[in-house]
């Protein structure tokens, strides 16, 4: 895809640092969102075309799952993973019946550019 | 009389080799692939007092940081990963890499170390969950400074010196960067109700893969 937008959701700023980065070594043209919570990231998706989401799981607040599921919703055409420390196989589980997929942390390129180069759903 | 059969503790000892092999999967994979070396795990029901002594005495009564999430579930307790406060921040920079500007590095080491911690301690509480097959909820990661001997919760009954008469399963791993002056602790605390779920949750857990 040419230039894509990408919406990172992490309460960690560290997360996100680690995140935008290994994203933009990559793409260097492409746009990287940030929210450090579920409702910021609701209120700043309003509106706006995402092409892919990071969401992590637990945060203050709306939770990741809670936020993915919102988010699926209102950006249909967006690929959209969980992207949490935590591993456990209900969280994997809960991923797969949100329609969203999975990454587990640590963040590493291999990772996070795995999940891009897959593309968009339906492109 | 407290504490489990040579047989349990070797199984609870398996079970926590798995996890804590997890979470240094997870460092490993922080450090750009750098070996991580493990200690045996060190299994104790002792006082939450000589819990906090050993920690201290391990750590030379330096000062130390650490993070710590409590958990609750099928069993409960505190998990905490803990570092001489001398040594955290190579590890921050072995994290980061290049991401961050070196003078950003001092307002960023506490968020990287809650970081790392989240990865590490939620590997090592999600690879128990996945074994016992039961979700294990935990709280959000928390940062801790102080000595070795006040980074554990001290609640509790206690006698007339302070000390806290609770008996609690004490584990504690110690973990290193092999080329480099990286290394820090694993520990958890739990109370005798949580460690006996803990040792029945392995026994269940051995019994299934020998298809028992």
Same mark, same amino acid.
């Given at each position: 895809m040419a230039v894509g937008t990408v919406l990172l959701v992490d309460d960690s700023r560290v997360s996100r640092m680690m995140c935008r980065s290994v994203i933009l070594r990559h793409h260097p043209d492409w746009q990287v969102l940030e929210a450090s919570s579920g409702e910021e990231a609701i209120a700043l998706c309003q509106g706006v075309s995402i092409d892919f989401m990071l969401i992590d799981v637990n945060m203050p607040g709306?939770?990741?799952?809670?936020? &993915?599921?919102? /988010?699926? &919703?209102s950006h249909p055409g967006?690929?959209?993973? /969980? /992207?949490? &420390?935590?591993?456990?196989?209900?969280?994997? #589980?809960?991923?797969?019946?949100?329609?969203? #997929?999975?990454?587990g942390k640590p963040i590493t390129d291999e990772k996070i550019e795995g999940f891009l180069s897959q593309g968009v759903p339906g492109c | 009389m +407290?504490?489990?059969? @040579? +047989?349990?503790? $070797?199984?609870?000892? @398996?079970?926590? %080799?798995? !996890?804590?092999?997890?979470? !240094?999967?997870? +460092? %490993?994979?922080?450090? $750009? $692939?750098?070996e991580v070396r493990l200690s045996v795990p060190c299994l104790d029901f002792i006082s939450r007092s000589e819990a906090a002594r050993r920690l201290h005495a391990e750590t030379g009564g330096a000062p130390t940081v650490a993070v710590k999430q409590c958990f609750a579930g099928p069993v409960a307790g505190d998990i905490l990963l803990i570092f001489p406060e001398s040594r955290s921040l190579e590890l921050v920079r072995l994290m980061l890499r290049n991401t961050a500007p070196l003078e950003a590095m001092t307002e960023l080491e506490r968020e990287a170390l809650v970081e790392v911690g989240n990865v590490l301690l939620n590997a090592c509480l999600g690879s128990i969950a996945n074994l016992f097959r039961r979700p294990i909820d935990s709280s959000l990661p928390v940062y801790l400074e102080a000595g070795g001997d006040a980074i554990l919760n001290l609640d509790g009954e206690a006698d007339k010196e302070g000390r806290s008469l609770d008996t609690v399963m004490f584990v504690h791993v110690e973990f290193a960067l092999a080329q480099r002056d990286v290394r820090g602790y694993l520990a958890c605390v739990m109370d005798i109700a949580s460690a006996q779920a803990f040792g029945q949750h392995v026994e269940d857990y051995v019994l299934q893969a020998i298809g028992g």
């Open positions: 709306m939770d990741g799952v809670t936020t &993915a599921t919102r /988010l699926k &919703a967006a690929r959209i993973t /969980l /992207l949490t &420390a935590n591993i456990q196989d209900t969280i994997r #589980e809960k991923a797969r019946a949100t329609g969203v #997929e999975f990454i | +407290l504490g489990f059969s @040579e +047989l349990q503790r $070797d199984a609870i000892t @398996e079970v926590l %080799n798995i !996890a804590i092999g997890r979470a !240094a999967a997870a +460092l %490993n994979q922080m450090v $750009d $692939d750098e």
